[in-house]
């Protein structure tokens, strides 16, 4: 079971987490007629992890619910982001969330969603 924040905002549909690697900042000097490139190294990057998934609501109210209490989970202050297979990652914030059309499946009603996190001190 996943959260963000120690709530459980994405547990009424499937979803999967994808977490990218880490990167260090970096400068290139190239200096005419010298062999090769000096490198300073600026210190790493921030994570990148991306969540997609589909909520799934018996009504609109419920579904706007949920929905709301996403958004209401992206500020400014970062969390534990517990993904789908309980790995935990530590001072997470959420950037974005991107909620698609709401359609019918079956006599729920479901929405596809992205969400995109930043690792902000792996």
Not at 5 to 15: N, V
Not at 21 to 45: C, I, K
Not at 61 to 74: D, G, N, T
Not at 80 to 102: F, H, K, Q, Y
């Amino acid at each position: 079971m996943s959260s963000y924040k120690s709530q459980s905002l994405f547990d009424s549909g499937p979803h999967r987490f994808h977490v990218h690697g880490l990167a260090q900042r970096h400068v290139d000097h190239e200096l005419p007629g010298a062999d090769g490139v000096r490198v300073t190294v600026m210190g790493r990057t921030g994570r990148s992890i991306d969540q997609t998934g589909t909520l799934l609501a018996d009504g609109i109210a419920p579904m706007q619910v949920q929905l709301r209490a996403i958004e209401a989970a992206m500020n400014d202050e970062p969390g534990d982001l517990v993904d789908d297979t309980d790995r935990t990652w530590a001072n997470v914030l959420m950037l974005s969330c991107e909620p698609g059309p709401i359609r019918r499946v079956g006599v729920r009603l479901a929405i596809d969603y992205t969400i995109h996190y930043m690792q902000v001190q792996p």
